[in-house]
C-alpha cells in the first residue's frame, strides 16, 4: 500500500550499477565502490574503475559523516511528489572519504550553509526503498 | 616527412545567411517544420534557393527528434553531407559546418535548430532515477543554483550583483521587436521576486518557447557573391567535461578556462578586442562563470564587476543585446549568434552597438562541454 501512496521518483533498486548500494542503505549502511585493482573510490556505480579501467569493484562501508559543498532550496516542485515538502533542501555533499553524494538535507533551514557538517541518516521510503538523507551536525 | 597539419582557420568560412522563425508559441509546428521554416528565411537573407546547400547539420530538439534524416524530407534535398548534433548552441554547430567546409566535405551549409518544448508542455520536472533524483533535484535551475550557492559562498557574490545579469537582458531586450519578454524590470522589481530554486528566481532561468533558427554559412572566397555583408569566423575552441559529476567540481565547470585558453591563443586576439559579446544563456549562472573563465571579469569577482553596469545598454562589454536567453527567447543560444551577426553587419536598429567588427559567442552544453566563437566583418 505504501508503494502506491509513495508519487516521488524512485531509483532503479535493481540497477546492476547501483542495486549493493541501495541494499546498504536499507540496512543502514553508507557504502561506495571500490575498484579491487587500484583501490580508486566511485559514486554512483559504473561497470569499469574510470581511474584505472578495470572492471573488478566492491562495495565497501564508507564514513557518515561530511560536509556541504553545496546546496539549494527548492520553493518550486517540478514534479508533484515533492509538492507538500516545500520549501526542501538539496545538497552535494561531501564525505570524510572524498565521495560525493546528492542528496536532502534534514533539520533547520537557517542552518544549512556551504561547508556545515552533516551524517547520513537513512529514511525507509516504501518497504523496499531507503533514501540516503543527511542532517546537520 | 610529416607536413604540419593547416590549423589557420582564420577568414576561411563565412556566415552569409541568417534566418528564423517568430518566436512564442506555435501551436502543430514541429521542431523538422520550424526547422526547415527558419532555413527557408535564412537562404532568403543569403539571397540563394536551396539547391546551392550541399551540406545540412540539425540540433536536435529538446525531445531529441530535429535529427538530419528528419529534416530532409520537409527540406525536399539530399545534401552531399548530413550531420546531427545532440545540442549544437550553434557554436558546435558552426565548427562543424567550418571543419567540413576547410576539408573539402561541403561548401554550402545551412545549420538549424528547432523547438516546440512550449508548445508540447515538455516536462522538465521528469527526473533521473539516481540518487539525486529521488532526493527532488531536478529542472537546469537545480544543478545551476548549486554552482551559484558555491559562487556565493566563495566569493561573497550577492543576489543585486548577480541579476544585474537578469535586469541587464531585459534593458537589451527592450530594444528587440522579437524578444518575448520587454516588459520593464529594475533591480528592486527583481529583488522583489520570490525564489524559484534558491539562489535562483525565475527571471534567471529561460523560459521555454517555440521556434526555429538557421545559418548559411560557406567559403569566404564564395562570400562576395551573397548580398550581405559577410561576417567571417576568425577562430573558435572546444574543450569537454564528458567526464560529468566524476569530476568533482564539476558544477564550477573549470574546463572552460581550457575553450577560452585556445581562443585567445589561437586567434592572438584578447577580451579588449570583443565589441559584442555572447553567451549562451539557459540560466544567468552560465553567463556569470563564461564571464569570469574567459577573462572578461576577473577571476571570484565578477559579481562586483556586474554590479558597474558594463553590460548594461550604453555600457563598455555589451553583452547578449538581444536580450539573451532570460528575455529574447529559448533557442539555446542559437539567437545569440543570428544577433552577432546582425550586430556585425549594423542591421541591429535601435541596439545597434556603434562601431561593432568583432563579436563573441560563448556556450556549453550544461557542464558538459564548453565552445566559442569569434566573429568579424573583417578577415
Redesign the interface.
Known amino acids: 500500500m505504501t508503494d502506491q501512496l509513495y508519487n516521488k521518483p524512485i531509483p532503479k533498486l535493481d540497477d546492476p550499477d547501483m542495486a549493493p548500494f541501495w541494499a546498504a542503505a536499507r540496512e543502514g549502511r553508507l557504502t561506495a565502490q571500490r575498484c579491487t585493482s587500484c583501490a580508486a573510490l566511485r559514486f554512483p556505480g559504473l561497470p569499469i574503475c574510470p581511474t584505472c579501467l578495470e572492471r573488478g569493484s566492491e562495495w565497501i562501508d564508507v564514513s557518515t559523516e561530511g560536509s556541504i559543498w553545496s546546496y539549494v532550496v527548492y520553493h518550486r516542485a517540478f514534479h508533484p511528489g515533492f509538492a507538500g515538502e516545500l520549501p526542501y533542501v538539496v545538497a552535494i555533499v561531501e564525505n570524510a572519504d572524498g565521495v560525493r553524494y546528492t542528496g536532502r538535507v534534514v533539520g533547520r533551514r537557517e542552518d544549512v550553509a556551504v561547508g556545515a557538517k552533516v551524517r547520513a541518516v537513512f529514511a525507509d521510503e516504501t518497504p523496499e526503498f531507503t533514501l540516503v538523507k543527511w542532517e546537520l551536525a | 616527412m610529416a607536413t604540419d597539419i593547416d590549423t589557420d582557420i582564420r577568414g576561411k568560412v563565412a556566415i552569409v545567411g541568417v534566418g528564423h522563425t517568430p518566436q512564442g508559441e506555435l501551436p502543430g509546428q514541429s521542431p523538422e517544420l520550424n526547422s526547415v521554416l527558419a532555413i527557408k528565411e535564412a537562404l532568403k537573407d543569403a539571397g540563394i534557393g536551396r539547391e546551392k546547400l550541399d551540406g545540412l547539420i540539425t540540433c536536435k530538439s529538446v525531445q531529441g527528434t530535429n535529427t538530419d534524416v528528419m529534416v530532409g524530407p520537409l527540406l525536399g534535398l539530399n545534401p552531399r553531407y548530413a550531420q546531427t548534433l545532440d545540442y549544437g548552441t550553434c557554436n558546435f554547430s558552426l565548427h562543424l559546418a567550418v571543419q567540413a567546409i576547410l576539408t573539402g566535405m561541403a561548401t554550402t551549409v545551412a545549420l538549424c535548430y528547432g523547438a516546440n518544448a512550449r508548445s508540447i508542455r515538455f516536462p ?16 537546469i535551475a ?1 544543478p545551476a ?3 551559484l ?2 559562487h556565493k ?2 566569493y561573497g557574490t550577492t543576489d543585486e550583483q548577480f541579476g544585474m545579469i537578469a535586469v541587464s537582458e531585459r534593458e537589451w531586450a527592450q530594444q528587440n521587436p522579437i524578444a518575448l519578454f520587454r516588459e520593464p524590470m529594475s533591480m528592486e522589481q527583481y529583488l522583489a521576486m ?7 528566481r525565475r527571471a534567471d532561468v529561460t523560459m521555454l518557447s517555440d521556434g526555429g533558427v538557421s545559418l548559411i554559412v560557406t567559403r569566404a572566397d564564395l562570400a562576395a557573391d551573397y548580398p550581405n555583408k559577410p561576417v567571417y569566423v576568425l577562430g573558435m575552441s572546444e574543450q569537454t567535461g564528458i ?1 560529468g ?2 569530476t ?2 564539476y ?1 564550477n565547470r573549470e574546463f572552460l578556462r581550457g575553450a577560452a585558453d585556445q581562443i585567445w591563443r589561437n586567434t592572438g586576439l584578447t577580451t579588449g578586442d570583443i565589441d559584442v559579446l555572447y553567451i549562451q544563456n539557459p540560466t544567468a549562472v552560465w553567463v556569470l562563470q563564461m564571464l569570469e573563465y574567459y577573462g572578461f571579469a576577473p577571476p571570484g569577482e565578477v559579481g562586483p564587476w556586474l554590479a558597474e553596469g558594463h553590460t548594461r545598454p550604453g555600457g563598455d562589454r555589451p553583452l547578449n543585446t538581444n536580450g539573451g536567453q532570460l528575455s529574447e527567447s529559448y533557442m539555446w543560444g542559437w539567437l545569440h549568434m543570428v544577433e552577432a551577426v546582425r550586430q556585425l553587419r549594423g542591421q541591429a536598429g535601435q541596439r545597434q552597438v556603434t562601431g561593432a567588427e568583432i563579436a563573441m559567442y560563448c556556450s556549453t552544453q550544461v557542464w558538459l562541454k564548453g565552445g566559442a566563437s569569434i566573429l568579424s566583418t573583417h578577415n
Open positions: 522538465f520536472g521528469a527526473s533521473s532515477p539516481t540518487l539525486a533524483g529521488a532526493s527532488g533535484l531536478m529542472h537545480g543554483a548549486m554552482a550557492q558555491r559562498a566563495m520570490p525564489y524559484m530554486v534558491e539562489p535562483l567526464r559529476e566524476y568533482p567540481d558544477l
